[in-house]
Every structure is written in structure tokens, then in C-alpha cells.
């Protein structure tokens, strides 16, 4: 029977599959969030028994990844006047064959890796480093800006879900840590989202490269 | 001791081979009934495949004069194809009429030359419309089948067992508390599988007469009379088989006596018909461009069953 946590992680695994399929930008938002409030609840059942600061943790997480991030992303993407599609470099269909083989290569890692400690799921190492994975396929296929900032915050997660379960001492001040990071970065990442669109009247990437002076 | 005599053949397993041979055509029938209701219509008699079966069986064959032996063989070879797999396949846990090891391969690959049969038939004909379709049917069965082979796969790595019936026969509900997640995975790929392979909402629309849109339907435009009863039957005879085969799965009733048994698989058979008919008049078929994002999706989520029980 798979106890709460693997269960969190199976979900973590079929969201990434959404993500990589789905062409609206919109659904990737909410995956994330969904992400982010299932990822929450991490750190109250890694422990055996609940304290304040991984309470603190987990309403933390719960506030900036489930109501601020898709709050602020969906702002920029309505400011940026963009179609709500993703327009990947990779094919979906590409993007979902690379989230098999990226799975299969991080559960062969992940049984290559000793666990951090006891009651830990087996399932953690893997499923952490395919969410890693498919963040960075993300940023790199991605061509719109707002769905380059989505794949951050999946990369994020995937540290997240590491560090949830696996860090069990100094873990408040930590993820605290990374959590005001991960909101400075989205914030400074909303506005610049902005002033691109702005100055440039689009949000594509690609065709920032061809910038001349 | 395994579950199942390979060796013997069983007049109950060629009883069940028979139930199934004189019911799918009622499958249709009853996917009719369900969107005629939710269309608020009265919709087609209950048996109508059946008088059209009997209807075409009376008629003569028209064949163009650019056709060669080919296009006449296609139906023959696809029914005898879906004729072969019924036989391979349990209905409620009960074994099939052959089971032997490694016999799902037999299965996937028995569909996919029933498959060949058609589109080379529709191919032969010189007809643009009919190479479109058949173009599409194999480029929609490529992740199909990749879907289809990791979701059995997977039936197989959960079970210990190569074959379909032995697979099957082990699938109860202490196995579905103990691996349920990954069963669950397997049969949504495999329910996807199933509505892609029998051609139904959302990979293919059967009630479409627009030839640009048709997949199926329009590689089997130029056969007439006896030809196109053999591919209607062949049709139902394949769509019982693997409802059969996904009841077996989503619904592991076992009661231990046969009877009871074969009637609780066959109605699993009819439930599934009643979902498709369901799923068929509440959504619109996919953006030919979505078909395959969504067989390959269902080729991911038979990856993760089969990832989650490697590991």
C-alpha cells in the first residue's frame, strides 16, 4: 500500500507529464501550483511528529507556490497580451517521449544513490531528479518567457521535494532560504517579463537572440 | 502449479469464444443506445448491427477494376486476425481458448497485422482519401502500440506471467490493494489503447462522413457487400476482445464458480461499452494534431506503471 508521501509523488510525476504535453500555458501555471500545495504537505509528514517551524515550512509553501506564483504569473501573462500557447522548440510528443527516458534514467540514478536516512520512500531520490530534469528541459525549450519562468518553478519543486523529506536538521532556515530566493527570482522575473514586452511587444526568446545594438 | 492448463482445450473456453462471437455486435448497439440517450433521441433497434451484418452478407461485392487480390484480402485478413485474438483473450478471469507463454506478444501482434490488412487493402484501391487514412491509422498505431506493449508489460511484471489468461486469471482484489496505483496507470493506458484501436471519440469519430476527417472509416470506403460485414464483424469481435481483456483488469470479481464468473466478465464487457458510449456524448473527438499527443501520453502513463514496479 503506498503511504501519503508516495502518493504526493506519483502526482508530482503525472503533473511533469502534464506539463510536458499540454500546450497551454494557463494549465502549466496551475500544474505548478498544484505542484506547490502538494509538495507542502512534504515536510509535515516526513517527521513523526508535527513542530512549529516545519508548520511554518509547509504554510510558507503552501502560500507563495499554491496563491502568490500563479497570482503573479498569470498577472504578467495577462499585462504580456501573449497567446496562452507554450510554442516549444521540442514537439509535445517529443517533450513526453523525453519525460519517459528522463524518468527511466532518473530511477536508474536514483537506485545508484544511497538514501539520505531511514523512512525515506524509495521512490523520493527519483522522482526529485526527474522534476530537476524536467525543469531544465523546460527553460531550454521553451521560447516563451512566462513558460521559461514555469519550468523554473518545476526545477524548484524537484529541489524542494528533495529537500522536504531528505534534510531532516537545519531545515527551516533552509528551505526559508530558498524560498525568499525563489520569490525574489519570480518577482524580478514578472517584471522583466514586463519591460521585454514592453520594449519589444513579445515574449519570445528566440527571437531576442537576433538583437542587434 | 500454475493457474491455467495450457494444454487442454475446454469446451467452457470455446463456449466463452462463442458468447463472444454471437455478442459484439450488441456492443455497438449498445454505445448507439447510450448516445441516442444522451441525445435525447429514440436511436437505432438494439440488434441493428445485426441486420446490417445480415443485409451486406446478401449482397453482392463491387471491386474497381485497379484493385488487385490485395484489396479483397484485407477484410478476410483482418477478421481471421480478430478471430485469433479472441481466442487468445480470457473473458472474467477465465481462460481464453489457446494460452500459452508469451502469447500477449501474439495478441499485439495479431492486431497489428489486422491493422496492415486494412490499410494495404485501402491502399491498393489508388484512392487519395483512402491513403490519407490509411497514413493516419498507422501513424496514430505507432504510439498505440508502443502504449499497449508496455501496459501488457507491465500486467506482466505485476503478475509474474507471460500470458494473457494466466496474467489475468491472477489479477484479484488483494493484488489491486498491493500494486493499485500501477493497475490503475495500466488501465487508463490501456482504456486509451482501446478506444484508439476500435476507432471511437476522441482518436476517431465512426459516424463522420466527411472523408478529410476520417481515419477508419474512410479506408474501408471502397468495400461492399460480404467485404464490409467481414470488417463491421471484425470490428466488434475486436472490441470485445479487448473489453474483455480491460474488464478482466479494471474489475478482478472473482466468485470461483465459472457461470457466475463468465457472466460477471461479460457484463464488465457491456459496462466498458456503456462508459465508451459516455465518454463518446459528452466530448468532442481531439484535433487530428492531439490524437497523438494523447496515445502518447498513454504510452507515458504505461511507462510509469512499468518504471514504478522496476524499480
Redesign the interface.
Known amino acids: ?2 503511504s501519503l508521501v508516495e ?1 504526493i509523488l ?1 502526482g508530482l ?2 503533473t511533469n ?1 502534464v506539463l510536458l ?1 499540454t500546450s497551454r500555458i494557463g494549465l502549466c501555471i496551475r500544474m505548478v501550483a498544484f505542484q506547490g500545495v502538494g509538495l507542502a504537505f512534504l515536510p509535515l509528514l516526513g517527521h513523526g511528529d508535527l513542530t512549529w517551524s516545519s508548520l511554518a515550512i509547509s504554510a510558507a509553501t503552501a502560500l507563495l507556490k499554491g496563491w502568490a506564483f500563479p497570482t503573479l504569473l498569470f498577472r504578467s501573462l495577462e499585462s504580456a497580451h501573449v497567446r496562452a500557447e507554450v510554442e516549444p522548440y521540442v514537439s ?2 517529443g517533450s ?2 523525453f ?2 527516458a528522463a ?2 534514467v532518473s ?1 536508474w540514478l ?2 545508484r544513490m544511497p538514501l539520505p536516512g531511514p523512512g525515506v520512500p ?2 523520493l531520490i ?1 522522482v526529485a531528479f526527474f522534476t530537476i530534469l524536467v525543469g531544465l528541459f523546460g527553460i531550454v525549450t521553451r521560447r516563451k518567457a512566462v513558460s521559461q519562468v514555469v519550468a523554473y518553478l518545476v526545477l524548484e519543486n524537484g529541489i524542494f521535494a528533495f529537500g522536504a523529506v531528505a534534510l531532516r536538521k537545519a531545515q527551516l532556515l533552509v528551505e526559508m532560504g530558498i524560498l525568499l530566493d525563489v520569490f525574489v527570482a519570480v518577482f524580478v522575473m514578472g517584471i522583466a517579463i514586463f519591460r521585454i514586452n514592453r520594449e519589444f511587444d513579445h515574449i519570445d526568446s528566440g527571437r531576442l537572440a537576433s538583437l542587434k545594438e | 502449479m500454475p493457474l491455467v492448463d495450457h494444454n487442454a482445450v475446454h469446451w467452457g473456453a470455446l463456449a466463452r469464444a462463442a458468447l463472444g462471437l454471437a455478442l459484439c455486435p450488441l456492443l455497438f448497439g449498445v454505445i448507439n443506445r447510450v448516445k441516442a440517450k444522451f441525445a435525447g433521441r429514440t436511436g437505432q433497434p438494439l440488434l441493428q448491427t445485426y441486420f446490417d451484418l445480415a443485409r451486406l452478407l446478401k449482397k453482392g461485392a463491387v471491386y474497381s477494376r485497379t484493385t488487385t487480390w490485395l484489396f479483397p484480402m484485407g477484410p478476410l485478413l483482418g477478421l481471421a486476425c480478430a478471430l485469433a485474438a479472441l481466442c487468445l483473450a480470457p473473458l472474467g478471469g477465465m481462460p481464453g481458448l489457446l494460452s500459452f507463454e508469451g502469447d500477449l506478444f501474439l495478441f499485439a501482434g495479431l492486431l497489428s497485422l489486422g491493422r496492415f490488412a486494412t490499410a494495404a487493402a485501402a491502399l491498393d484501391t489508388g484512392s487519395s482519401f483512402e491513403g490519407m487514412g490509411a497514413s493516419r491509422e498507422m501513424q496514430f498505431a505507432v504510439p498505440a502500440e508502443l502504449a499497449q506493449i508496455l501496459g501488457l508489460a507491465a500486467l506482466a511484471q505485476a503478475t509474474g506471467s507471460l500470458s494473457l489468461s494466466e496474467m489475468l486469471a491472477r489479477i484479484d482484489m488483494v493484488r489491486w490493494e498491493a500494486a493499485g496505483p500501477v493497475l490503475a496507470l495500466t488501465g487508463t493506458a490501456l482504456f486509451l489503447v482501446l478506444l484508439a484501436e476500435t476507432c471511437r471519440i476522441p482518436v476517431d469519430d465512426p459516424n463522420t462522413h466527411l472523408e478529410l476527417t476520417m481515419i477508419h472509416e474512410v479506408m474501408v470506403l471502397d468495400h461492399s457487400g460480404p467485404d464490409l460485414a467481414f470488417i463491421l464483424y471484425g470490428q466488434g469481435v475486436k472490441m470485445w476482445t479487448l473489453c474483455a481483456m480491460l474488464a478482466g483488469l479494471l474489475a478482478p470479481v472473482r466468485s470461483g464458480d465459472p457461470l457466475l464468473d463468465v457472466s460477471l466478465g461479460v457484463a464488465g464487457v457491456f459496462a466498458l461499452a456503456l462508459v465508451m458510449g459516455v465518454v463518446e456524448s459528452s466530448m468532442a473527438r481531439l484535433r487530428l494534431l492531439l490524437v497523438p499527443r494523447l496515445l502518447v501520453g498513454a504510452t507515458a502513463l504505461s511507462a510509469l506503471a512499468l518504471i514504478l514496479l522496476l524499480r
Open positions: 500500500m503506498l502518493f506519483v510525476v503525472l507529464l504535453g509535445y510528443s513526453l517521449l519525460g519517459v524518468l527511466a530511477v536514483g537506485g524509495q521512490l527519483p
